[in-house]
């Protein structure tokens, strides 16, 4: 995410830019055009980064679905296999949101296993967990079916409170077997 700091650098530098250019053009001038360019080498660290990371919710649309079973210590990421998108670095979702039910891993599709180290907890956001797709997609090599016709990731809860730092008893009943709620 850009800071206002930098995306008023940013404007200012391509006006900048292009009045150097304008003005090289017009006095046809080739000190002008190195000038030009030598500004784009200062401009470039105060652009903004294309973003790298895929951020994801259990939404009403369906295409995620979140489950979890305390009883098989397992968590699916149930989605359409055009919904991840495999040329970004991680896969981010929260986990405040996630609701402890039974787990089930579908027969049509491919299931992929998610390990330890896939996972990594998000640097600013508290209560988002990433996958790390580089890895999965590697290891899926392997696979006669393509990785990008996935339909699930299959996590290990242990794997998954590790990452989050859960304490001991973070798991709260709620009114029933099936809805109790993980809390970050």
Same mark, same amino acid.
């Given at each position: 995410?850009?800071?206002?700091? /930098?995306?008023?650098? &940013? +404007?200012? &530098?391509?006006?900048? #830019? +292009? ?7 017009? /006095? ?10 030598? #500004? ?5 660290? #105060? ?22 079973? %305390? ?7 149930? #989605?359409?296999?055009? %919904? ?16 402890? @039910?039974?787990? =089930? ?10 390990? %330890? ?12 967990? &990433? +996958? @790390? ?9 392997? $696979? ?7 339909? @699930?990731?299959? =996590? ?5 409170? %590790?990452? =989050?730092? $859960? ?8 009114? &029933? ?5 993980? @809390?970050?």
């Amino acid at each position: 995410m850009m800071s206002r700091t /930098n995306f008023w650098i &940013g +404007i200012a &530098g391509t006006v900048i #830019f +292009i009045v150097l250019l304008g003005l090289a053009v017009n /006095n046809e001038s080739p000190t002008l055009v190195y000038a030009a360019s030598l #500004f784009l080498v200062f401009l470039v660290p #105060f652009l903004p980064d294309i973003p790298s990371n895929q951020y994801i919710k259990p939404d009403r649309d369906h295409r995620f679905t979140f489950t979890a079973s %305390a009883e098989d210590g397992l968590m699916t990421i149930t #989605f359409d296999p055009k %919904a991840i998108y495999w040329n970004k670095s991680r896969l981010y979702f929260p986990v405040e949101d996630l609701y402890l @039910q039974k787990t =089930v891993i579908s027969g049509s599709g491919t299931p992929i296993s998610v390990l %330890a180290y896939d996972l990594v907890a998000h640097p600013r956001k508290k209560g988002w967990v &990433g +996958i @790390q797709l580089k890895p999965i997609k590697e290891r899926s090599s392997a $696979l006669p079916v393509p990785v990008t016709e996935a339909t @699930q990731f299959v =996590v290990r809860l242990e794997d998954l409170a %590790a990452v =989050v730092r $859960l304490k001991r008893g973070s798991i709260s009943s709620g009114a &029933g077997a099936s809805s109790k709620q993980m @809390q970050a």
